[in-house]
């Protein structure tokens, strides 16, 4: 899946300024020069590592399935997806990689039910670890860059389950939630915001919406981020493999979607002029 990681920033979990590895041309900064030639070099050794890192990322998401589909026929199977909804949600799958096969049975669990089931099965049904914690303990990754495993995690904030095996909501798990589950708009989550109430409204810990977003900006860039994937991946959604239905409301026919550029209401652009001054 083609996950990016996101820029950290020391005073919150999101820079205002964060971008993906590989995204536009090469960084300059204000009020700097760069002579024609420089640029023109720079942008050519852009452009070819991020060829070179999207084809690698195609081939080594697309092999799995392919040697998956080929065993299972063999066999007269077939085989599982094991996507979640949060990734579903955002796009953060390869639709002719890991998005494919016959059943997503995990679909429609968050990213961070998918820990709480995991721990379910170890400590009640199994009474033993046969999901391995490391797994649980891992950032979340494609791991489909050159560079392998390790380099880079995903720009979100899931659900985790701590070693005591408590629950702490994640952010993006809880915008997923309220997206779909409760048909919330970037106007909804802007206005819990500027009155203080989201960390109330998503369940989250208090102060946890402030702790990973040191400004308003950085707030309303990643708001923005994530409603444009979340529009933006309707089209692969569409063509994803069925789900398992556990919740109140999934992706199919409780959610009806256009292939549509993402809107902004008038009311939401006000209150962000008004945020942003």
């Given at each position: 899946?083609?996950e990016r990681s996101a820029a950290t920033s020391g005073r919150g979990r999101f820079a205002s300024n964060a971008r993906e590895p590989g995204e536009g041309g090469p960084q300059r900064t204000r009020g700097s020069r760069i002579s024609g030639a420089a640029w023109k070099v720079q942008v050519s050794r852009s452009v070819t590592t991020s060829r070179s890192s999207r084809v690698h990322a195609a081939g080594a998401s697309?092999?799995?399935?392919?040697?998956?589909?080929?065993?299972?026929?063999?066999?007269?199977?077939?085989?599982?997806?094991?996507?979640?909804?949060?990734?579903?949600?955002?796009?953060?799958?390869?639709?002719?990689?890991?998005?494919?096969?016959?059943?997503?049975?995990?679909?429609?669990?968050?990213?961070?039910?998918?820990?709480?089931?995991?721990?379910?099965?170890?400590?009640?049904?199994?009474?033993?670890?046969?999901?391995?914690?490391?797994?649980?303990?891992?950032?979340?990754?494609?791991?489909?860059?050159?560079?392998?495993?390790?380099?880079?995690?995903?720009?979100?904030?899931?659900?985790?389950?701590?070693?005591?095996?408590?629950?702490?909501?994640?952010?993006?798990?809880?915008?997923?939630?309220?997206?779909?589950?409760?048909?919330?708009?970037?106007?909804?989550?802007?206005?819990?915001?500027?009155?203080?109430?989201?960390?109330?409204?998503?369940?989250?810990?208090?102060?946890?919406?402030?702790?990973?977003?040191?400004?308003?900006?950085?707030?309303?860039?990643?708001?923005?981020?994530?409603?444009?994937?979340?529009?933006?991946?309707?089209?692969?959604?569409?063509?994803?493999?069925?789900?398992?239905?556990?919740?109140?409301?999934?992706?199919?026919?409780?959610?009806?979607?256009?292939?549509?550029?993402?809107?902004?209401?008038?009311?939401?652009?006000?209150?962000?002029?008004?945020?942003?001054?």
């Amino acid at each position: 899946s083609p996950e990016r990681s996101a820029a950290t920033s020391g005073r919150g979990r999101f820079a205002s300024n964060a971008r993906e590895p590989g995204e536009g041309g090469p960084q300059r900064t204000r009020g700097s020069r760069i002579s024609g030639a420089a640029w023109k070099v720079q942008v050519s050794r852009s452009v070819t590592t991020s060829r070179s890192s999207r084809v690698h990322a195609a081939g080594a998401s697309g092999t799995p399935s392919a040697v998956l589909a080929a065993r299972a026929g063999a066999a007269n199977g077939f085989f599982t997806s094991n996507g979640n909804k949060s990734e579903l949600a955002f796009g953060y799958y390869t639709l002719n990689g890991d998005g494919r096969g016959a059943i997503a049975p995990l679909g429609d669990l968050l990213k961070g039910e998918v820990y709480q089931l995991a721990h379910y099965m170890n400590t009640v049904v199994f009474g033993r670890e046969v999901i391995p914690q490391a797994v649980m303990d891992v950032a979340p990754m494609d791991e489909l860059g050159p560079q392998g495993s390790g380099v880079r995690s995903d720009p979100f904030v899931y659900g985790r389950v701590r070693t005591d095996g408590t629950f702490v909501h994640g952010y993006h798990d809880a915008m997923v939630h309220a997206f779909i589950g409760f048909r919330k708009d970037p106007e909804w989550f802007l206005e819990r915001y500027s009155d203080d109430t989201l960390d109330r409204e998503l369940n989250l810990a208090p102060g946890t919406v402030k702790g990973l977003f040191a400004t308003p900006a950085a707030f309303v860039q990643d708001l923005e981020r994530c409603w444009a994937l979340f529009q933006g991946a309707v089209w692969k959604r569409v063509q994803s493999v069925p789900l398992i239905l556990v919740s109140k409301r999934a992706f199919g026919w409780d959610l009806r979607e256009s292939v549509l550029p993402p809107f902004m209401s008038s009311r939401y652009e006000e209150r962000k002029r008004a945020l942003l001054g």
